[in-house]
Structures are given as C-alpha cells and as structure tokens.
C-alpha cells in the first residue's frame, strides 16, 4: 500500500522560510515524477513546483520562482520544498503527490499525502 506523508509545515512571519519534507513508501520512488501542491481555502489545488524522477527537470509556478525550491533524495525516498521570503498569500495546506508529469498536472498525479498546513502571518 502506497502511503505519502509530509511534513515541516508552521507558523511563521512573512519573510521567515520552511523546508518541507515528504516521504512516499510503498511505491518505487525512483519511478515517479514528485511534486508539491497547495490548497488554499475557497480555492482550488494548484501546482507550486514538480520535478522528474532523475531531478534534471524542474518546473516552478511563477508565484513562486525564485523563492522555492524543490529537491529530491532517491536514496532516501524523499522529497524536500525549500520556501524562503515566504508571503501570507502562501499560505494553504501543501500537499505531496506521486505521478507522471513534471509540470504539476493535477490529473497525472495518483498517489497523495494528507498534507501539511503552512501558514504565514503579516
């Protein structure tokens, strides 16, 4: 059974960062496009950044360019979203998913966590 869990997420003041990790157990992580996602009450679940299985592709949503980034450890089956200057309109619930497609696809996305809440305050 595949089993997808993030964590690292908080309470922090705009311009403070989060590192963000998520761990996926249960599939051959090496196989697999990663990527996170955030949802925002009211609003629907949007891409913030994926990356390919080797890592040599990354996409960004251009919100977030510049200020994120994203990683990945295959050897470790984990994937990480470094978050610097951090906004309060960054804030949502971020999710992990497991899929096929590098520039963040909701619908090529099938493997999720529950996700972790970020909030940033003014």
């Known amino acids: 059974q595949v089993q997808v869990v993030e964590s690292g997420g908080g309470l922090v003041q705009a311009g403070g960062s989060l590192r963000l990790s998520c761990t996926a157990s249960g599939l051959t992580f090496d196989d697999y496009a990663m990527g996170w996602f955030r949802q925002a009450p009211g609003r629907e679940r949007e891409g913030v950044s994926c990356?390919?299985?080797?890592?040599?592709?990354?996409y960004y949503a251009d919100s977030v360019k510049g200020r994120f980034t994203i990683s990945r450890d295959n050897a470790k089956d984990t994937l990480y979203l470094q978050m610097n200057s951090l906004k309060p309109e960054d804030t949502a619930l971020y999710y992990c998913?497991?899929?096929?497609?590098?520039?963040?696809?909701?619908?090529?996305?099938?493997?999720w966590g529950l996700g972790t809440q970020v909030t940033v305050s003014e």
């Open positions: 998913g497991g899929g096929s497609n590098v520039y963040c696809r909701l619908s090529s996305y099938n493997y």
């Open positions: 990356i390919s299985w080797s890592g040599g592709t990354i």
